[in-house]
């Protein structure tokens, strides 16, 4: 077995999420609008490539770092390995992406970012997670498919 990179990180509790009131649709009006607690809520149950605990029990992501804008069709999540030198970044940052993807409507164009100063490689897995063809590739590896659909598979 390979050595963990975080053998001890800290675990948090679930937190309650308020989910608001269920509202009627006014008429002509479609859809309700996606939200970052909608967006928390697809990812919070994401599995930690290392650790059988979720990324909201290791606060990897939290509703605070979500940031969405409806009507533009934009989500942008910042996520936060549990140390620095995390290997494991761009797999968690894989697997936030492949979770969105498959969740939400494909008018929305989803940022995967570590947040600022969270990594010792930032601008590097940033630029992973942000290339559509580098992307696109890692989910044609059959090992590295199977590794992201274990991590979600918890949050399906």
Known sequence: MAELINPAPV????KETRRRPERQQADGEEREPIDALEVFEHIRDITDPEHPYTLEQLSVVSEEAIQVDDAAGSVRVQFMPTVEHCSMA?????CIRVKLLRALPPR????ILLAPGSHASEAAVNKQLADKERVAAALENPNLLQMVDRCL????
């Open 11 to 14: 675990v948090h509790q679930r």
């Open 90 to 94: 761009t797999l968690i940052g894989l």
């Open 108 to 111: 929305f164009k989803t940022d």
């Open 153 to 156: 598979g918890s949050s399906l």
